[in-house]
């Protein structure tokens, strides 16, 4: 049933724990979502939440769901969501542990529970047994869920000969001040919704189904620019003020499909599938604030106002890591961030990088407690991430700016048809 549906149907039937609260000035949830059910009641508040601003913030009709509440994800096919899509507004990463004597087939009853959760509340659903009413009256909001296996999990549940080579442990890297306390772990669920209700709502059950067979071990949570807060849409920017993800992998590349997602036949349960590299990156922030904007761009090699690279151009023109200027030397300098990262220098290595920016606040010295979720795709971590990462630890000029403090490989298995669970090739193979 659609979360607007069976708020009406929680208002008739006169149940106040499933009616969201008042919108204020006394409307009655009928007028605040309306008669016409799933058409929900987005855009009906103007600004902040109906309780601060009272009756005059909003509309007298209910009004149909808009842009952002109505876009929706399908949870069922060839690979699970929240990989392509661009990263949504609001993200939360976390990491659960299997709880002591929890097997195989509790895991595998956790994931059906989880999968069919997902899916409901991707389509903009109510599950039967949320009575929370935390996302009642949203839409779907681009929400995704993604679910991936840590290293340990294929010990615990006795699957230790099903557990891909891609999972080894990545290498130590000499710019890692890694807490274990806030890495790996025996499951990933990645959420991300461009309603920051929807994602927390997703996480919240998630949670609540782990119930006794998985403790969360990890959560941290990020953001990106909300749709349609810029005027022209664009790649979006980092914390650091950089257009990030300019040079990502396209879909209509050529080797995109192989780069990104494993190869493989149907009974191979990573059959398209992807690994996905998870980092926690403190940016120094008060130190990088400190260069001026000239030092910040040959770091990276690209200017911040558009993201043209130094070579020049606009922010789609290619790369040119050959180019000289006037005086000899090199447009985009030898330690350039983008130069270190590029295929080019990297025997052609890539990954889609697909990261949430992250504030937790500030440290004790004053400084931010932010960064980004740095989450990276790749259809096998040894072709991807770690030798770029190799590279990076010993020659990026951006590299003194910012600190690697949590890490976490996963194997996401590829996505399910309706009925089916993500794992399920595994877990019953
Ligand atoms: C190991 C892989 C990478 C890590 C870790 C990483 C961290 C990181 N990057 C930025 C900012 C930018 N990165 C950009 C490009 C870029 N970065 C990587 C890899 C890692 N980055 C690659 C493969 C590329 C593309 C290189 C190319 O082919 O041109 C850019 C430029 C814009 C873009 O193309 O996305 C920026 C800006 C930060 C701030 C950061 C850690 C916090
Ligand atoms: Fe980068």
Request: glycine share 14%; aromatic share 6%; with cysteine.
């Amino acid at each position: 049933m659609l979360r607007a549906e069976k708020a009406e149907k929680a208002e008739k039937a006169g149940n106040a724990a499933e009616a969201a609260p008042e919108g204020g000035g006394g409307l009655s949830r009928r007028r605040l979502l309306g008669t016409a059910g799933a058409a929900g009641a987005a855009g009906l508040l103007v600004g902040g939440t109906a309780g601060a601003f009272g009756a005059e913030a909003v509309r007298k009709e209910p009004a149909p769901l808009a842009g952002v509440g109505s876009a929706a994800v399908p949870f069922h096919g060839e690979h699970q969501a929240g990989i392509v899509q661009p990263a949504q507004a609001h993200g939360h990463l976390a990491a659960f542990d299997l709880a002591p004597g929890a097997d195989r087939r509790a895991a595998a009853a956790l994931l059906r529970r989880w999968s069919a959760t997902a899916a409901e509340l991707m389509e903009g659903a109510a599950p039967r047994d949320d009575t929370s009413g935390v996302a009642l009256d949203a839409g779907p909001c681009s929400l995704t869920v993604t679910f991936g296996f840590g290293r340990t999990f294929f010990d615990r549940t006795g699957l230790a000969d099903r557990r891909p080579a891609a999972l080894e442990p990545l290498p130590a890297f000499t710019a890692d001040a890694l807490d274990p306390r806030r890495s790996d772990g025996d499951l990933w669920v990645q959420i991300g919704a461009d309603d920051a209700l929807v994602a927390f709502h997703a996480l919240r059950l998630l949670q609540k189904q782990a119930g006794d067979t998985a403790r969360l071990r990890w959560q941290m949570n990020g953001f990106n620019r909300t749709p349609g807060a810029a005027a022209q849409p664009r790649t979006g920017r980092n914390l650091m003020g950089q257009i990030d993800g300019t040079n990502n992998p396209k879909p209509s590349d050529p080797d995109f499909a192989e780069r990104i997602f494993v190869a493989g036949s149907g009974n191979d349960w990573m059959a398209g599938g992807s690994y996905a590299v998870v980092r926690r990156i403190r940016m120094l922030l008060d130190s990088w604030d400190h260069l001026s904007l000239e030092r910040q761009e040959r770091v990276i090699g690209r200017r911040k106002a558009d993201g043209a690279p130094l070579s020049g151009g606009t922010e789609t023109t290619p790369v040119d890591l050959n180019k000289v200027g006037p005086d000899g030397s090199l447009a985009i300098p030898g330690d350039a961030h983008v130069r270190v990262a590029a295929p080019a220098s990297n025997r052609g290595a890539k990954m889609l990088r697909r990261a949430f920016s992250y504030h937790d606040g500030y440290r004790e010295d004053g400084a931010p407690d932010a960064g980004l979720l740095f989450v990276a795709w790749q259809s096998d971590p040894m072709q991807g991430f770690v030798p770029v990462q190799r590279k990076l630890d010993r020659g990026d000029g951006l590299s003194r700016f910012l600190s690697h403090e949590a890490s976490g490989l996963y194997a996401v298995p590829g996505g399910c048809a309706p009925g089916e669970y993500v794992g399920q090739r595994l877990l019953e193979g």
